[in-house]
């Protein structure tokens, strides 16, 4: 039965995690050597000397470093970056590092919010870091180029990486499928699902031999007390502490902008905001799902009118990072039923005032968690329709982990992508003869699909609803149940080459015809143009001990007809014939001690061109 994965892992010892990003910050905490043994003898990589970084900053720990810079052009790139292996400015790469292999740290906190012992998922795995990301010249995002990213993974292969986590996904399709290569030597690669969620079909990094991640949020809040004039204490979240530079908490007078409720320049323009805080709803309420941006162009404004804090409301979200440096201002975030009940208050008060108190801490098996995160992109996949992306959910909200010298949080799938790179190298350890198939085919049919508390997982959005397959995948990943699977679907990597037009050969040829996905041997099944009976066949590994019987259970999705034999599924004629909407079932085989399900999903069609007609 299922046990101590990081124990019996043995932390991730000596598996290599490669790591593409933005580089990496070598002398955090996170990434000490101390009790290190000598670098695996099978470790072919460099360490790659440039601007601030010499050979020195590699150690057992971070065992190789090179950069990429060649696809981009000098304007391209924000002139204080480094040109070498360091994480600079963006901090992005050095927190996917640190949340994938990051030693044991005690002690560690943002500002003494979420303090404790901050780990990577393989803590004692070694980091292999290649830099093809880099901060824009107006240093507000990254930048890469396809040609930068190909050229670290062949790297990567070459060197000798057992697991590969790329936590981008802004770069096209193509980098993806540019991964066959290291699938087919045996290197596991995990990938973000991407952050243009909760709307339909913009999950990206949808190769079927890649582990797509999406985000789920954990059972961790940051309330924020706000004491109105009238004694009513109401709840927000944000990440606002005292600095020297704040003013410490004491009732303020509490007030709106001239120009209505939203805190743009021109709202705010002649409003005497000198020590009052301001309450701010977003422009356009309608569209206000995770209004981040409005957030921070409201704090600029009420900071630059002298405004001593900021009350902002909006649909419910997890995400605070933005809180977290308000210079001085009280901030807080609220949700906008709360908002309007301050509106109430305002209202009724003649002279109007609020306290706003520090955050705090609370961690609580009471809060609904996991959801899928609003964030989080959704399938199906345009590129792939027949492959249910994404693969799996993991933590991906409010993470805190390495940034330069400290800790910080941060939200994205670019957060859960690296949960699940440490899971799969504690697999590793414990089965090292397993392929990059059999593990992702080991977290996917474990998976959950409801709580702790028994309740289905939630999908955040307009409306939040109960997550399915193109949500989440298989479900959030339950990484002690993925070390005994019991049953596999494994695949020979060579069977990729049916679904991907170019063969990767010295010759370059490609197929003429081109196999449909839902006839890989994945551990989902989706037939995205079930017109007539379709016959999808998989094939089992018993991974668990000898003479076990499964018995197989399925729900079908609704208005088709699913008949499964002992190795064949059979996808009957539909039972209305009517163009439809994807819908969702699954199957499971299941004894005494397990079940091991994959989702599946439909949709019927009998014309062409018809878009969903829900």
Same mark, same amino acid.
Request: with cysteine.
């Given at each position: 039965?299922?046990?101590?994965?990081?124990?019996?892992?043995?932390?991730?010892?000596?598996?290599?995690?490669?790591?593409?990003?933005?580089?990496?910050?070598?002398?955090?905490?996170?990434?000490? !050597?101390?009790?290190?043994?000598?670098?695996?003898?099978?470790?072919?990589?460099? &360490?790659?000397?440039?601007?601030?970084?010499?050979?020195?900053? &590699?150690?057992?720990?971070?065992?190789?470093?090179?950069?990429?810079?060649?696809?981009?052009?000098?304007?391209?790139?924000?002139? #204080?970056?480094?040109?070498?292996?360091?994480?600079?400015?963006?901090?992005?790469?050095?927190?996917?590092?640190?949340?994938?292999?990051?030693?044991?740290?005690?002690?560690?906190?943002?500002?003494?919010?979420?303090?404790?012992?901050?780990?990577?998922?393989?803590?004692?795995?070694?980091?292999?870091?290649?830099?093809?990301?880099?901060?824009?010249?107006?240093?507000?995002?990254?930048?890469?180029?396809?040609?930068?990213?190909?050229?670290?993974?062949?790297?990567?292969?070459?060197?000798?990486? !057992?697991?590969?986590?790329?936590?981008?996904?802004?770069?096209?399709?193509?980098?993806?499928?540019?991964?066959?290569?290291?699938?087919?030597?045996?290197?596991?690669?995990?990938?973000?699902?991407?952050?243009?969620?909760?709307?339909?079909?913009?999950?990206?990094?949808?190769?079927?031999?890649?582990?797509?991640?999406?985000?789920?949020?954990?059972?961790?809040?940051?309330?924020?007390?706000?004491?109105?004039?009238?004694?009513?204490?109401?709840?927000?979240?944000?990440?606002?502490?005292?600095?020297?530079?704040?003013?410490?908490?004491?009732?303020?007078?509490?007030?709106?902008? +001239?120009?209505?409720?939203?805190?743009?320049?021109?709202?705010?323009?002649?409003?005497?905001?000198?020590?009052?805080?301001?309450?701010?709803?977003?422009?356009?309420?309608?569209?206000?799902?995770?209004?981040?941006?409005?957030?921070?162009?409201?704090?600029?404004?009420?900071?630059?009118?002298?405004?001593?804090?900021?009350?902002?409301?909006?649909?419910?979200?997890?995400?605070?990072?933005?809180?977290?440096?308000?210079?001085?201002?009280? &901030?807080?975030?609220?949700?906008?039923?709360?908002?309007?009940?301050?509106?109430?208050?305002?209202?009724?008060?003649?002279?109007?005032? +609020?306290?706003?108190?520090?955050?705090?801490?609370?961690?609580?098996?009471?809060?609904?968690?996991?959801?899928?995160?609003?964030?989080?992109?959704?399938?199906?996949?345009?590129?792939?329709?027949?492959?249910?992306?994404?693969?799996?959910?993991?933590?991906?909200?409010?993470?805190?982990?390495?940034?330069?010298?400290?800790?910080?949080?941060?939200?994205?799938?670019?957060?859960?992508?690296?949960?699940?790179?440490?899971?799969?190298?504690?697999?590793?350890?414990?089965?090292?003869?397993?392929?990059?198939?059999?593990?992702?085919?080991?977290?996917?049919?474990?998976?959950?699909?409801?709580?702790?508390?028994?309740?289905?997982?939630?999908?955040?959005?307009?409306?939040?609803?109960?997550? !399915?397959?193109?949500?989440?995948?298989?479900?959030?990943?339950?990484?002690?149940?993925? +070390?005994?699977?019991?049953?596999?679907? !494994?695949?020979?990597?060579?069977?990729?080459?049916?679904?991907?037009? &170019?063969?990767?050969?010295?010759?370059?040829?490609?197929?003429?015809?081109?196999?449909?996905?839902?006839?890989?041997?994945?551990?989902?099944?989706?037939?995205?143009?079930?017109?007539?009976?379709?016959?999808?066949?998989?094939?089992?590994?018993?991974?668990?001990?000898? #003479?076990?019987?499964?018995?197989?259970?399925?729900?079908?999705?609704?208005?088709?007809?699913?008949?499964?034999?002992?190795?064949?599924?059979?996808?009957?004629?539909?039972?209305?014939?009517?163009?439809?909407?994807?819908?969702?079932?699954?199957?499971?085989?299941?004894?005494?001690?397990?079940?091991?399900?994959?989702?599946?999903?439909?949709?019927?069609?009998?014309?062409?061109?018809?878009?969903?007609?829900?």
């Amino acid at each position: 039965m299922p046990g101590d994965l990081l124990r019996e892992g043995r932390h991730g010892e000596d598996i290599i995690i490669g790591v593409v990003d933005s580089g990496i910050w070598p002398e955090s905490r996170s990434f000490s !050597d101390q009790g290190y043994g000598p670098v695996p003898s099978r470790w072919r990589g460099v &360490c790659q000397v440039g601007q601030g970084w010499d050979l020195n900053n &590699c150690s057992r720990k971070i065992i190789g470093a090179r950069f990429y810079s060649a696809g981009l052009g000098e304007a391209d790139i924000n002139k #204080d970056e480094y040109l070498s292996p360091r994480d600079g400015m963006s901090g992005h790469g050095t927190h996917t590092a640190s949340t994938a292999a990051g030693s044991a740290v005690e002690g560690v906190s943002f500002q003494g919010l979420a303090a404790g012992v901050a780990r990577g998922g393989a803590p004692h795995a070694r980091i292999a870091v290649y830099k093809a990301l880099w901060a824009r010249p107006d240093g507000t995002t990254r930048t890469g180029s396809d040609a930068d990213v190909l050229a670290a993974i062949d790297d990567a292969i070459h060197d000798g990486v !057992d697991v590969l986590s790329l936590s981008l996904g802004a770069l096209g399709n193509a980098d993806s499928f540019g991964t066959l290569h290291a699938v087919q030597k045996g290197i596991a690669v995990v990938y973000a699902a991407g952050n243009d969620g909760p709307r339909p079909q913009t999950v990206v990094n949808t190769a079927p031999w890649v582990i797509t991640v999406a985000a789920s949020t954990i059972d961790r809040s940051f309330p924020t007390v706000i004491t109105l004039g009238n004694k009513q204490q109401i709840a927000g979240q944000s990440l606002y502490y005292q600095d020297k530079n704040s003013a410490g908490s004491s009732f303020r007078n509490l007030t709106t902008g +001239a120009g209505g409720l939203s805190c743009t320049e021109e709202a705010l323009n002649g409003t005497d905001l000198k020590g009052k805080t301001v309450m701010c709803f977003p422009v356009n309420r309608k569209l206000a799902l995770t209004p981040l941006w409005e957030f921070q162009s409201a704090l600029q404004n009420v900071r630059k009118a002298g405004g001593s804090g900021l009350v902002f409301a909006q649909h419910t979200t997890s995400i605070l990072e933005g809180t977290g440096s308000c210079g001085g201002i009280a &901030c807080v975030l609220v949700d906008l039923d709360t908002g309007y009940q301050i509106l109430v208050y305002m209202g009724s008060a003649s002279s109007p005032v +609020a306290k706003i108190e520090p955050a705090r801490s609370f961690t609580s098996k009471e809060l609904l968690a996991p959801k899928v995160a609003a964030f989080s992109s959704r399938g199906p996949s345009i590129y792939n329709a027949d492959v249910i992306k994404p693969d799996i959910a993991a933590p991906g909200v409010g993470i805190l982990a390495a940034m330069r010298d400290s800790y910080k949080f941060a939200s994205g799938t670019s957060m859960s992508a690296p949960h699940v790179a440490g899971i799969i190298a504690l697999l590793k350890v414990l089965h090292p003869q397993w392929s990059p198939a059999a593990l992702k085919s080991a977290i996917i049919t474990t998976a959950s699909v409801t709580d702790e508390h028994g309740m289905p997982i939630l999908a955040d959005g307009l409306p939040r609803k109960i997550a !399915d397959p193109f949500d989440f995948g298989g479900g959030h990943i339950n990484p002690n149940r993925a +070390a005994d699977p019991g049953l596999i679907y !494994d695949i020979n990597p060579n069977d990729y080459n049916n679904v991907f037009n &170019c063969i990767i050969k010295r010759s370059g040829s490609c197929n003429t015809t081109v196999v449909p996905g839902h006839l890989l041997n994945l551990p989902s099944i989706s037939v995205p143009d079930l017109r007539y009976p379709v016959t999808v066949s998989r094939t089992v590994t018993n991974v668990d001990e000898v #003479d076990v019987v499964y018995h197989v259970a399925t729900e079908s999705p609704a208005g088709v007809e699913m008949e499964v034999e002992p190795s064949v599924l059979v996808f009957n004629a539909a039972m209305w014939m009517l163009q439809g909407d994807y819908m969702f079932g699954n199957l499971t085989w299941y004894n005494d001690q397990r079940t091991v399900w994959i989702p599946v999903a439909a949709r019927i069609t009998i014309h062409d061109f018809f878009a969903d007609v829900a």
